[in-house]
C-alpha cells in the first residue's frame, strides 16, 4: 500500500520519539531505517552518508545484508546512490537494474529488489547523504512518496546535524582577518560595513506540536506574501519600469502559484511546521534545478528562493530585507546571489560595494552594477558562510581581492590608493560643467554609453553632451520575461524625458553571442560572437524587432528620433533593416498615432567586411558608429574576452589606426558625421591618437567622461595631428611609446 498523508504524520512523530529516546548514533540510525521501512511498506530502507568529499557510505539498512553496512561504500558519481548524491536529485525507478547506472555490489543482497526511491539528504544545499527505498515488485512509487521521503530526508538531515554528523570546518573567531579571491566584474575598490543581503533564517523546528495551527500560520504568510509582492508592484516607480517590474510581475506569478502552495500545505500535513514545510519545498526544487544548466531554469530557481527566503522572513517575524531596513552610510552588500531588481531596491547614496558567491561578467547583476557605479565582485567563495553584519571590508575589484576584518598594514595601503582616486574623481568633477573643447578651439562632441534608467539618471553627474550609444538589450537582458511594447515605449520616454534636449542614439537589439535573454531559447554555438546575433537574428526572426521599433517610434513622437543598426555586415543588411523601419513608420500613419518630427538613421561599424561597403553605405545613411569593441576583435581575428589573446594586439598600432583612418576619411568625403563608441575612446591614451587621426564625437563609458575631457581640453588639435601623423608614417608596428612622447611634448593631460 502506498504512504498516504496520514502515514508520514505518524512517522515523523515516531523519528521524534527516536530522538527523544536517545541512544547511540547506530542504534538510532537502525530504529529510523526500521521505521521508514515499516511505514513506507517498503522491504528495504538504507541511508547512505557522505565520507569525506567523494565516498558515500552504507552506514544503517533495513532489508539489505546487515553485514554489509560500513563496508559498502560508493563514489559520489557512481551507481544509482552515487548519481542522486551527484546531482542532489531524486531517482525513481521501476526497475533499478536496468538503469545504466546501476551497479551491483553482491555483499549487500540488492538483486532481489526491483523498484527503487532515493532522495538526497541535504543540508544547506549540499548533499550530505541519500535516503533509498527498495520493494520486491516492479512499480513506480507516486510523487506523494517521492515527496514524504524527501520530507523524511529533511528531518534526517537535521538530525543527523544536531548529532554533530555533519563535520563543520573548524571556524575562525569572527573577528579573525580573512582575504578571499574572485573576479573583478566592475573596476574600483571600496572599504566599509558588510551588510548580508539576506539575513538567514534558520529553520529550527521542524516537527510541529498543532498541524492546524501551523497551516494557519501558513496560510497567513502567504496572504502576507502575496500583499507585499502586490503592494511592491503598485509602488514600484516608473524609474525601474521594466528593469523592475518584470521580476515583481514573475513574483507575482509564482506567490499565486496553486502548486507551490499546495506542496507546502501537504508538507504541513504530513507534520511539518510551516517554516520546515518552506524549507522542504524549496529543497525539492532546488533538488530538481540546482544542477539545471538551462539560465532561464535557473533564473526561475532564484525566484523562487528568494520567494521562499522572503515567506522565512514573514513566518519569523522578521519580514524586513536588509534593503528596507536602514543602512549604513558605507554598506558593503554581501550575498551568494542577487538578482538586478534586488540590487536596485537599495539606497545608492548609501552602496560602497558589492560582494557576491556567484556572479560572472555577464551576470545581470554585474550589469546593474556597472551602471549604478558600484564595485562588485563576483565568483567570492565562501564569503556568505562567514561573513556578519557590521565587518569591517575592503572590496578591490581592481586588484580581485576581498579582505575581511582587514589587519591595519592593508588599510593603509588602501587607504592611499583611495586617497589618490578621490582625487582625480574631484578634478574629473570641476569639469562637469566646462564644453569638451581643445585648446585650438574645436569643439569635440563627447557622448556617454548607457543601458538602463540608471545610467541615464547619471548623465549631467557625468558632464557628458548626449548619449551615443544606448544599448537597448539591456533592459531585455535584466528582465524576467520580455518586456512588451508598452513597457519598452514607457523606458525610451523615460530616457528622452531625463535627457531633456539632449541627443539619444538608440541602438536596436544586439543579442545573441554573449547577451544572453534568460527567457529565450538559444543555440549552442560554436562561436557566438560571429554567429546568429543583432540584425542577423532579427531579420530572421522580424517579430521582436519589430515591436522593439514600434516602441521606439512611439516613444520619440514629436521630437528626433536617432536610431542604429548593430552589426551590420552588408549592404543588403541594412537595406532590409531599413525596410523593417519603413514598415513600422508606415504602421503608425495607418492608426494616425503620432510620430518623429524626424528620423535619423545609422549603424555600428562592428565588422571589418562593411568597411569596404563604406562608399555604397555612407550615402544611405545620417551618421556611422564605430563598434572598436567588436571591430578589433574581428580585425585582429582575436577574441576579445580572452586573456591569451584579448590584448595581444594593440590597438595603438599601425593597422588598426590606419583602417580608422580610412573611415574617418571616408564619412568626411561623404559628409557623413562619424563617432567612435567603443571602450578605445575611453583611454585617455587611444582617443588622443583618434583625435590626432581627425576624430571629433566620442561616446564612452560614463566614467570615462572626466578622464576623456581633461585629455580633449589640454590637447591642440593641429599640433596633435601632425605628430600623430608623422608617428605613424614613420613606424611599422606599435605607436603607443611614441604617443606617450607626444602626450608629454605637447603637455596633453592623460
Ligand atoms: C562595440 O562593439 O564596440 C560596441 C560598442 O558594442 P558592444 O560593446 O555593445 O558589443
Ligand atoms: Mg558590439
Redesign the pocket.
Known sequence: MPLTLEGPRILLRRLRQVMADGGDRQTRLDKIVELIAASMNAAVCSVYLKRGREALELCATEGLNPDAVHQTVLRVGEGLVGDIAQHARPLNLSDAAAHPRFVYRPETGEENYKSFVGVPVLSGGNVTGVLVVQNVTQRSFVDEEVEALQTVAMVLSEMLTASGEAQAEPALPPEAARQFSGIGLTDGMAMGHIVLHEPRIEVTKLISDDPDEEMRRLEAAIYDLRRNVDRMLATDDVSHAGEHLAVLEAYRMFANDRGWLRRMQDAVRTGLTAEAAVESVNNAMRARLGGERDIYLRQRLHDFEDLSNRLLRILSGRAQLASEDKLPRDAVLVARTMGPAELLDYDRRKLRGLILEEGAMGAHVAIVARALNVPMMGSVRGIADIARDGQEVILDADQAEVHVNPPADIVDAYSNRARLRARRLKRYARLRGLPAVTRDGVRIRLDM?AGLLVDVERIDESGADNIG?F?TELQFMVAARLPRVNEQQAVYERVLKDVGGRQVVF?TL?IGGD?VLPYLRSNQEENPAMGWRAMRMALDRPGLIRYQLRALLRASAGRELSIMF?LITTLAEFEASRELLDLEVARLAKFGRPGPERIKVGT?L?VPALVWQLDQLLPRIDFL???????MQFFFAADRGNPMTGTRYGMLSVAPLRMLDHVRDICESHNVPVSL???MGGKPLQAMALLGLGFRRFSVPSAAIGPVKRMLRSAHTQRLETAVREALDKSAYDIRAELENIANRQGIKL
Open positions: 554609453n550609444l544599448r541602438r544586439d547577451k548593430p555600428m562592428e558608429s564605430v563598434g572598436t569593441n567588436d571591430l563608441c567603443g571602450e
